[in-house]
């Protein structure tokens, strides 16, 4: 077998064992496999493996490898951050855009969303530490936008995303991850309907699962280091 079969199957498994351990359907965690910087070859070998979420960064990168891969029917995920300029490809070519950190963002997506296509889904990404250094909205924007979003006609607005800052122990890996799942249990209590949890990597899949990740997101582990 090769690494990326053996990684997805071990990957696979970990998901399913945490899922039990903290009491969670496994059905509720998908799995996305984070592409960037690995080649078509390598998402060709994981699909072959029934991967379908395959998620990317950088979007000449992604259109060159969609382009190469056109015969095969994958869900792409856009994760990296969005520049005004570059909605455009990703209306066009995404079914998923994880990283929406301001309504401008989003307003772009609906107008440029062909009708052919159903909408695209969107995650707001929160900045749950409140670090200067990262993107993301500040959990006390978050019920706002969310409800601006949810407006949009050809935007679908789906949950939370966040990427904390790395910490050793699974205790305090789980703190920002409790604050997110909160903040999506107040939004559809005010009446929206989102479903999912945008969190979890390599190294912090236990702490994400535990705290109700409804979609991990994965690179390392599957495709092995990014040079
Ligand atoms: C690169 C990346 C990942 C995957 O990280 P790994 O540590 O390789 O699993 C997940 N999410 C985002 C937003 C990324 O940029």
Not at 77 to 95: C, L, M, P, V, Y
Request: glycine share 4%; aromatic share 4%.
């Amino acid at each position: 077998m090769q690494n990326i079969e053996k990684n997805l199957n071990k990957v696979r498994n970990n998901i399913a064992h945490l899922a039990r351990r903290y009491r969670r359907d496994p059905k509720d965690i998908s799995l996305l496999a984070v592409s960037k910087k690995k080649s078509a070859q390598d998402i060709r070998t994981a699909y072959s493996a029934l991967q379908i979420n395959f998620g990317e960064n950088y979007l000449q990168e992604a259109r060159q490898k969609m382009l190469e891969l056109s015969d095969l029917e994958i869900t792409w995920h856009f994760i990296g951050a969005i520049q005004s300029n570059k909605t455009r490809i990703i209306a066009e070519h995404f079914d998923w855009a994880h990283c929406i950190d301001r309504l401008k963002i989003a307003q772009r997506l609906n107008e440029q969303r062909p009708d052919s296509m159903a909408p695209i889904n969107v995650c707001i990404q929160v900045n749950i530490d409140l670090e200067t250094s990262k993107s993301g909205v500040g959990l006390e924007q978050v019920a706002s936008l969310a409800e601006q979003i949810n407006n949009l006609p050809r935007v679908r607005l789906r949950g939370l995303m966040a990427i904390p800052a790395p910490h050793e122990e699974l205790e305090s890996q789980r703190k920002p991850f409790a604050r997110l799942r909160h903040e999506l249990t107040l939004l559809n209590q005010n009446g929206l309907d989102c479903n999912t949890l945008s969190i979890g990597m390599s190294h912090d899949m236990e702490a994400a699962i535990a705290e109700g990740s409804t979609l991990v997101r994965i690179g390392t582990a599957i495709f092995g280091e990014r040079l």
